[in-house]
């Protein structure tokens, strides 16, 4: 009997404990977290051997990243990627991603978010701007080069971007940070030099010059039909007729005409512009292009140095870099990136931690292999 009521108080004051816990937004940053797959994306379009190897070479990765960190105060929740190869690539793509979602109370109870900002990803033959295609002779953009925004530094054997803010939604600002791992300190892209950027901008003028001086005489050949049918309409009328004339067409044609002579002497003026640059030093025009658009010039772009935020930094395929004998699920570069809430202290943590766990020897070890 004495056991029994023993049993029971014990039960009792369990569940009176229970009840009475509250959950703890503070406590929950201090909780170990837990590993979680995520569903797993569609795979069209890589040959079966190469699907196996990307596999691999993502499971090994996923195990060192395993073994280094522990989720503290979250899910981590993690999965593979695979993506259609296309001709132009000399290497199949694929990455490695975890989703850093944290714990939260609703009321008294521990539940894990459903979205996050705060991700891990790392790319094989993966990279954040195109590198794999040329710029297409038939797009309207004018700088005529794909671009990124900013240059890396070679740090430590290996390339690291600059942090910059990154637009996490829901109003909150976070931070980006990208690693880019290479074979013997090359580059998987080529830089554009100033004086191919002034000559691609020569071409391009020299393409979209006739098309918009046709679209401006088109105005004017409207408006002179125009100009026709209401002389007609207004036969009957010749005061409504004289109004149109003085104060419609005639304005009209003036401003037309005007806008023909200045858009012709705005491009006389940026190919004049150009040659002078073209006559800058050799040395000088070998630098890497990085440019923005002239705020006073529509059809000029100004050089710029790679700590203007509004400059780009061209940049072309490198097909050198990439020995095309090996297989295309072989990694032939590797790119970390990481984002997210750095205000947030589990989040803060969780990109902190999971930078530590990543062995950058081991991801160098696997490149052309």
């Known amino acids: 009997m004495k056991k029994e009521i023993l049993i029971f ?37 890589i040959a079966a051997t190469d699907l196996a190897r990307e596999k691999a070479v993502l499971g090994s990765i996923h195990a060192m990243v395993k073994a280094n960190y522990s989720p503290i105060g979250l899910e981590a929740d993690f999965n593979n990627a695979f993506y259609t190869p296309y001709p132009e690539m000399p290497a199949n793509t694929c990455s490695y991603n975890i989703r850093f979602l944290p714990f939260y109370c609703d009321g008294n109870t ?17 990279f954040d ?14 700088k005529g080069f794909h671009s990124m925004d900013d240059m890396p530094v070679q740090m430590d054997g290996y390339y690291f971007f600059k942090e910059k803010n990154a637009n996490l939604g829901f109003g909150i600002n976070g931070k980006s940070k990208m690693w ?39 105005n004017l050949k409207s408006l002179e039909g125009q100009k026709i049918q209401l002389e007609k309409e207004y036969q009957s009328d010749p005061e409504k007729l004289k109004r149109y004339l003085k104060n419609t067409y005639l304005y009209n044609k003036e401003k037309f005409e005007k806008t023909i002579i200045k858009t012709e002497l705005d491009f ?7 040659e002078t640059m073209l006559k800058m030093a050799p040395s000088e025009l070998e630098q ?14 100004l050089f710029t140095t790679d700590d203007d935020p509004f400059g780009r930094v061209l940049i072309q395929p490198n097909p050198g870099y990439f ?14 990136q990481v984002i997210g809430d750095m205000n947030n202290k589990i989040s803060a943590k969780s990109i902190a931690d999971v930078v530590k766990a990543i062995d950058f020897a081991a991801l160098k070890n696997m490149l052309g292999k």
């Open 323 to 336: 020995t095309k004998k090996l297989p295309r699920s072989t990694p032939q570069f590797i790119t970390i």
């Open 110 to 126: 521990q539940k894990t978010a459903h979205e996050t900002s705060t991700t891990l990803t790392i790319g094989i033959n993966l």
């Open 9 to 45: 108080l014990s039960l009792f004051f369990i569940t009176l404990f229970s009840q009475a816990q509250v959950c703890d937004e503070s406590s929950l940053a201090q909780k170990p977290g837990v590993w979680k797959e995520g569903p797993k994306g569609s795979v069209t379009g």
């Open 129 to 142: 701007s195109e590198i794999y295609e040329t710029f297409a002779e038939n797009s309207s953009e004018g």
């Open 180 to 218: 880019l791992i290479t074979q013997n300190g090359q580059l998987p892209y080529a830089y554009v030099s100033k004086k191919t950027f002034l000559e691609k901008r020569k071409q391009l003028l020299s393409r979209d010059r006739p098309s918009a001086l046709a679209s401006l005489q088109e």
């Open 268 to 274: 006389k003026n940026t190919f004049a512009s150009i």
């Open 288 to 301: 890497p292009a990085i440019v923005k658009q002239d705020p006073n010039d529509y059809l000029s772009y």
